[in-house]
């Protein structure tokens, strides 16, 4: 099964912000979304999810399913979103927060296999031992943590995450992209992940797809598609691309840094000796 996005337009009032943007999901791969502020990545999720609507294109499931089309309690059986933040509702406890995951598949009552999918969900993000507290006791970092985990708990065939680990550390940050990915291949999740952290994009997903003002201008592995003339593009940075691990890494560049970097790249490409290069760096740095 897959997810397709053909020609998508989407705007508010007059002003376009994702336009003309075509790009397919498979069930069971993680897909980083990445672009600059204002680029149109939370614009492109939130319609898939059914929360904007496209003026231009379509967004199939399976091949005939149109998700614009669907009823809700229809759609929320297939899609999964997590927003960026979120007000938790007030008097629910984790656990009562996180069973709202799966109020599309009962009636007045939870059965016992949706509290088993709810009891796995906090298991999965490190909410087990907190289940009774009150969601208004909790940080910032805490409440995404119920967000994704009640969208886990929804059992989606599509998972969307839009900067889900902005406001979690760096433990929570790689638990969250470590369970993401798992349930993308443990359940076959169609899942999309929009991210601002190259390098993590980089290790986790399985293909990235940049947007630019709107427009997608580059897809696919992060090792293939990654450049920095690509990056320069996206984010108006100059960098260094390495390996580290197998995995790709993008290394932003100052302006010393990139003094220093270029005339290594000119000695290496023209065959000067490192020597040379170094007195022609001290005589530009002196």
């Known amino acids: 099964m ?23 999901i498979r069930k069971g791969e993680l897909v980083g979304l990445l672009g600059s502020n204002g680029s149109g990545k939370s614009t492109l999720i ?6 904007n609507r496209q003026s231009a294109g379509t967004i199939t499931w399976n091949g005939n399913v149109d998700l614009a089309r669907l009823p809700r309690r229809d759609l929320a059986k297939i899609v ?3 927003p960026q933040s979120i007000g938790l509702s007030f008097g629910l406890n984790i656990k009562e927060a996180v069973l709202l995951g799966r109020t599309p598949y009962f009636g007045t009552r939870p059965r016992e296999e949706d509290w088993d999918h709810v009891e796995d969900a906090m298991r999965l993000v490190g909410l087990d031992e907190l289940r009774d507290r009150s969601v208004t006791e909790l940080s910032g970092g805490q409440g995404q943590r119920v967000l994704i985990a009640r969208a886990i708990a929804q059992d989606p065939e599509i998972l969307l995450l839009d900067e889900p680990t902005s406001a979690l550390d760096i433990r929570y940050q790689w638990q969250t992209l470590s369970v993401a990915r798992e349930i993308t291949r443990k359940n076959n999740v169609a899942a999309v992940i929009a991210i601002h952290d190259l390098n993590q994009a980089a290790r986790f997903t399985d293909r990235v797809v940049f947007l630019h003002q709107g427009e997608v201008i580059a897809q696919g592995a992060p090792a293939d598609v990654y450049s920095p003339e690509l990056i320069k593009r996206v984010y108006g940075v100059d960098v260094e691309i390495s390996t580290y691990k ?10 010393r840094d990139q003094l220093h970097h270029r005339p290594f790249q000119a000695a290496h490409a023209v065959g000067v000796s490192s020597a040379d290069a170094r007195l022609g760096l001290q005589q530009l740095t002196a």
């Open 246 to 255: 197998g995995y790709v890494q993008v290394h932003p560049l100052s302006e």
């Open 46 to 51: 939130k319609t898939i999810a059914g929360i």
């Open 80 to 82: 999964a979103y997590v």
């Open 2 to 24: 897959t997810l397709n996005i053909d020609s998508l337009v989407v705007g508010y009032g007059k002003r376009n912000v994702v336009k003309g943007a075509s790009l397919e």
